[in-house]
């Protein structure tokens, strides 16, 4: 089935709605913007996910708790559908320069334990398609951190989401792989696997 992928959207929701605004089903991958704004927007994002046809996995700039008890469409951390598997969440850079409870949540990324326990549900299920916020910590490296098109420019910092993934990814090569986070829209292959990163309001549509 045809599925429109959707990067980063900050909280851009009318930009978002022109987007996945198609005939067929839409997945956002992040950072949409859950947290930031008043009850109205929110409302309105859960009337739009009603159908059930649009549906997002959550960033590092996505309330947690909000995204899993409130929010319509919501896709939780690793749910696997037939050969997809999804996992949200990642480390902020910026994160000494936000408030705790209001733009920046401790939560941000999984646990080690939840982390590991994806692994193995990883391992088990094997998924032709990866839908995350971030990506492995090589993957980083390679499409960005040598190249100095990160906020840190040219060092890697290691989160433990980037390293559960890359460990996943070690573990197995899916055909696809495709993530926001980074704000870069560009394709790469690595070891056979396609990682695809869309940039903020970028989007593809894949068959999954």
């Not at 159908?51 to 409130?70: A, K, L, M, V, W």
């Not at 997809?84 to 969440?89: A, L, P, R, S």
């Not at 692994?119 to 190249?147: G, K, L, N, Q």
Request: aromatic share 12%; hydrophobic share 35%.
């Amino acid at each position: 089935m045809t599925t429109r992928l959707i990067g980063d959207i900050h909280g851009k929701f009318d930009r978002y709605r022109e987007i996945a605004d198609v005939d067929y089903p839409t997945v956002q991958v992040g950072d949409f913007g859950v947290g930031f704004a008043g009850q109205y927007w929110h409302d309105t994002v859960n009337e739009f996910h009603s159908s059930g046809q649009h549906r997002f996995i959550r960033g590092n700039h996505d309330y947690p708790h909000r995204c899993r008890t409130q929010m319509t469409g919501y896709i939780a951390d690793g749910t696997v559908e037939n050969d997809v598997m999804y996992i949200g969440g990642a480390w902020s850079i910026d994160h000494k320069h936000r408030i705790s409870g209001v733009d920046w949540w401790e939560d941000e990324e999984l646990s080690y334990s939840e982390l590991e326990m994806l692994i193995d549900v990883y391992t088990a299920t094997r998924p032709r398609v990866m839908i995350t916020h971030d990506c492995p910590t090589t993957v980083a490296y390679h499409m960005f951190i040598r190249e100095g098109k990160s906020l840190g420019g040219n060092v890697q910092i290691l989160t433990r989401t980037g390293e559960a993934l890359q460990t996943m990814f070690e573990i197995h090569q899916p055909e696809v792989w495709v993530f926001g986070h980074w704000h870069l829209s560009k394709r790469q292959e690595i070891n056979g696997t396609e990682f695809i990163c869309l940039g903020e309001l970028d989007y593809i549509n894949l068959e999954i």
